[in-house]
């Protein structure tokens, strides 16, 4: 490129008569010009125009083989449009007719055989400089280009987290409805159900076994008010990433024997066959872990499991590997669909997110697991197949 100096630029000399071509050879080496190249031969030019890359050509008009004209003509097809490349032409011929086409053809300039060298250098200078103010524009506006695309790039990628954070913002808006539903109806429920039997209990001249069955109904009422009530405080201590961990050697034998026993009367209720498996041949198993937020996961799982299923068998156990144990819970349920199997970690979902109120619960079930699994250093999978069942597997490290 061009310097401020206009000394490095490239110079192409294009006429037919050698004595012109030394005249001007010799004006513009002592004027300081490095750059230099002339011909004698107009059907060269296209090919040292694409090798030297001139910043001013010198061309004849008249000229065997190929005219000035017909040179200009050949330089419209190489040089990149929108480029100024100065073209002074050099001839002895100033009729009007002459100046205008070669005006037509992409001339710049004319400089009158025989030359006058004080004019010969100004008229090269000032056609330097114009082509050196139109680099140095070209160059800022491919600056400034790529300013406005590297800007616009920003303002994408802003435009894009603007919307994500838009998309988390009506999702918390959402989440924030559906809790105040969830809540709203998971708390009156059972207070309605232990006010209602609560007023009943108190008629008088009730009998023993009306009596049975009201305090069952309450008791039911308060264990489902105190589960929805255990399940907000997790999911707050959760979110607010706060869970405390109290790890120690525990039986996994003896929760799981304890869980099954927990869910025996349920599964009888609907039916359902409750199988416990060990690996074979292991009477216990100790592992290092918060033995209270174990239970609350494959709870959560268990209850889950039965809640779902209609018809069939729950089976739960877990195999043990060198670094990792791996409880799961196996149901012979609906199961669930490949595109839903993310979205039911979510809270207050269930698969059918239409109608997420088909059963009883707080909705944070799976979201309370994958938050408690996290905090154990655990890892939560699900496999299922719609129509035939799901599985999930709960893994831990053994340390």
């Known amino acids: 490129m061009i310097d401020s100096t206009l000394k490095n630029a490239h110079i192409l000399i294009v006429d037919d008569k050698e004595a012109n071509i030394d005249i001007l050879l010799e004006l513009l080496e002592f004027q300081g010009y490095t750059n230099l190249k002339a011909t004698t031969d107009p059907r060269l030019v296209a090919s040292m125009f694409k090798t030297f890359n001139p910043d001013l050509i010198l061309l004849d008009l008249l000229m065997p083989h190929l005219s000035g004209f017909?040179?200009?003509?050949?330089?419209?097809?190489?040089i990149p449009q929108g480029?100024?490349?100065?073209?002074?032409?050099?001839?002895?011929?100033?009729?009007?007719e002459t100046k205008q086409r070669a005006l037509s053809k992409g001339a710049n300039d004319f400089l009158v055989k025989p030359f006058d060298l004080i004019e010969t250098g100004l008229r090269i200078r000032i056609l330097l400089e114009a082509r050196f103010m139109h680099l140095q524009l070209d160059n800022q506006n491919r600056i400034l280009e790529e300013k406005v695309k590297e800007r616009t790039v920003e303002l994408q990628k802003a435009n894009i987290q603007l919307i994500s954070a838009m998309e988390k913002a009506e999702a918390g808006n959402r989440l924030k409805s559906a809790f105040m539903q969830n809540i709203s109806h998971e708390l009156r429920t059972p207070l309605n159900g232990i006010l209602g039997f609560g007023s009943l209990l108190a008629e008088p001249g009730l009998d023993d076994e009306s009596r049975v069955q009201y305090l069952s109904m309450m008791k039911k009422s308060s264990d489902r008010l105190i589960n929805t009530v255990t399940d907000y405080m997790d999911i707050s201590l959760i979110v607010s990433d706060t869970v405390e961990v109290y790890p120690r050697m525990v039986n996994v034998h003896e929760i799981l024997i304890q869980l099954k026993n927990r869910f025996t009367d349920h599964s009888k209720v609907k039916k359902l066959g409750f199988f416990?498996?060990?690996?074979?041949?292991?009477?216990?198993?100790?592992?290092?872990?918060?033995?209270?937020l174990l239970t609350k996961i494959m709870f959560h799982l268990l209850d889950n499991a039965v809640k779902f299923t209609q018809k069939g068998s729950i089976t739960m156990g877990y195999t043990a590997g060198q670094d990792k144990i791996e409880f799961f819970v196996k149901d012979t349920g609906a199961g669930i669909e490949k595109e839903a199997r993310e979205r039911v970690f979510e809270s207050f979902m269930q698969e059918n997110t239409e109608n997420t109120r088909g059963h009883e619960g707080s909705g944070l079930g799976l979201s309370i697991i994958r938050g408690l699994s996290k905090a154990l250093g655990g890892e939560i999978r699900l496999e299922s197949e719609k129509g035939k069942g799901s599985t999930f597997f709960f893994s831990l490290p053994l340390l």
């Open 70 to 78: 017909e040179v200009m003509d050949q330089l419209k097809t190489l």
């Open 276 to 292: 416990l498996l060990f690996p074979p041949g292991k009477d216990d198993c100790f592992i290092q872990t918060d033995p209270e």
């Open 83 to 96: 480029t100024y490349l100065p073209v002074l032409v050099l001839t002895a011929d100033m009729t009007v």
